[in-house]
């Protein structure tokens, strides 16, 4: 079993940037692929990005190649996502996700067994 905790979310402008990060514990964490998903009032869930055990493979939503980048640090337990050119229309709760049987391709499709609580980042017009 791994507990995550995300930081970093909050009230950015438009055009600005944010670094969400994840903070895992329980068993080792290179052994899970990971993920971040946001969920935006009335929406459903969606897929952010996606980054496999050793960082080498990473996957995003198309709308969003460009702008957000998925990174970790296994040696710190940590994934991270870096927000930049920021738009109201990325204004969510953004939670990581882990799962340890998943392929990293199955992560934006699948549901990983593993999440955070979340954290809301609000981006003003």
């Known amino acids: 079993q791994v507990q995550m905790v995300e930081f970093g979310g909050g009230l950015v402008q438009a055009g600005g940037s944010l670094r969400l990060s994840c903070v895992a514990s329980g068993r080792i964490f290179s052994t899970y692929n990971m993920g971040w998903f946001r969920q935006a009032p009335g929406n459903e869930r969606e897929f952010v990005a996606a980054?496999?055990?050793?960082?080498?493979?990473?996957y995003y939503a198309d709308s969003l190649k460009g702008r957000f980048t998925i990174s970790r640090e296994n040696a710190k337990n940590t994934v991270y996502l870096q927000m930049n050119s920021l738009k109201p229309e990325d204004t969510a709760v953004y939670y990581c996700a882990a799962d340890s049987s998943l392929s990293v391709r199955e992560v934006p499709t699948a549901a990983p067994r593993y999440w955070g609580q979340g954290t809301q980042v609000t981006v003003s017009s």
């Open positions: 980054i496999s055990r050793s960082g080498g493979n990473k």
